[in-house]
């Protein structure tokens, strides 16, 4: 297919981990990818020239998500760039800020809600009048099983969480007639740099098909949701039956 008529993918926090191999998968696949990033120039870098070997016209940009300033002059970018290619939303970038709810701090609460809840609100509501304006689409956002079944030590971690499962329910409620589906994936434990302090072996006895999961099966899960016209509002589990 020529560069310039393929779909284009907005995939936030794409520099590593979950991302990064979404965002190599979908270039595998024949989607260009625009991919925002926080993190370290150098792996985004890295990122964008493997993309860039299957989709030379990818890019990347430096956005945090969770200023809504900072997302809309980026939107405003990739819309100038892409224009009708926009297609997708995959709303992935995520932190963590662990600790018990009794002790947990003001800013360790508020940072965890601003980026992965509140980001996900500005990437959405930005990224959705350009698929309206394009007549259609697709978000997928990445919550977690932490937000369905909770978990100690992630009080801030698990709200967020939970409020992307509500407000993907509520866009894919708003956006159903417009041709543009919203849906969720909640992975369980997945080998990236964001678990690789936990004791793998402990993690593992908890899992009923007893392996962490690979950045691999979500990418596989997102590429599942672009393709499914019919599914919309759903929160799909990738996560080895730990939430069963
Ligand atoms: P990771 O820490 O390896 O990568 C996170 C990415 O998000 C990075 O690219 C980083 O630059 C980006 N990011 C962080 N803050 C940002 C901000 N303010 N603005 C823009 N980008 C920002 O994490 P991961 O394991 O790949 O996780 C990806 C997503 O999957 C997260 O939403 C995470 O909560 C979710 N998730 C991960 C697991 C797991 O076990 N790894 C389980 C469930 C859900």
């Known amino acids: 297919m020529e ?14 981990g979950i991302g990064k191999e979404t965002v190599l998968s979908l270039v595998d696949e024949g989607y260009r990818v625009a991919f925002l990033y926080s993190g370290s120039e150098e792996s985004a870098g890295k ?48 932190i963590t800020r662990d600790g018990l709810l009794m002790r947990m701090s003001d800013e360790d609460w508020r940072r965890v809600i601003d980026v992965n809840l509140t980001g996900t609100f500005n990437m959405t509501r930005e990224i959705s009048r350009i ?10 956002n990445i919550s977690s099983v932490s937000g369905i079944i909770g978990n100690a030590g992630q009080a801030n971690y698990a709200s967020s969480k939970a409020g992307i499962i509500g407000l993907t329910k509520t866009a894919a409620r708003e956006f159903a007639t417009k041709g543009i ?12 740099e964001m678990t690789e302090n936990l004791d793998k072996g402990e993690v ?15 990418a596989k899960a997102v590429l599942f949701l672009l393709s499914a016209d019919y599914i919309t509002g759903s929160v799909l589990k990738v996560d080895g039956g730990i939430a069963l």
């Open 3 to 16: 560069e310039n008529d393929k779909k284009l993918v907005v995939v936030t926090g794409g520099s590593r």
């Open 47 to 94: 990122t964008l020239s493997m993309a860039r070997e299957k989709s030379p016209s990818s890019k990347c940009y430096k956005c945090d998500v969770s200023d809504s300033a900072n997302v809309k002059a980026t939107v405003e970018e990739i819309y100038k760039e892409y224009s009708t290619s926009v297609y997708a939303l995959v709303n992935n970038a995520g």
């Open 131 to 140: 698929l309206l304006r394009n007549k259609g689409g697709r978000i997928i």
């Open 181 to 192: 589906t919203v849906n969720a994936i909640a992975p369980g434990f997945i080998e990236t």
């Open 204 to 218: 593992e006895k908890l899992i009923p098909l007893k392996r962490m999961g690979k950045a691999s099966d979500i």
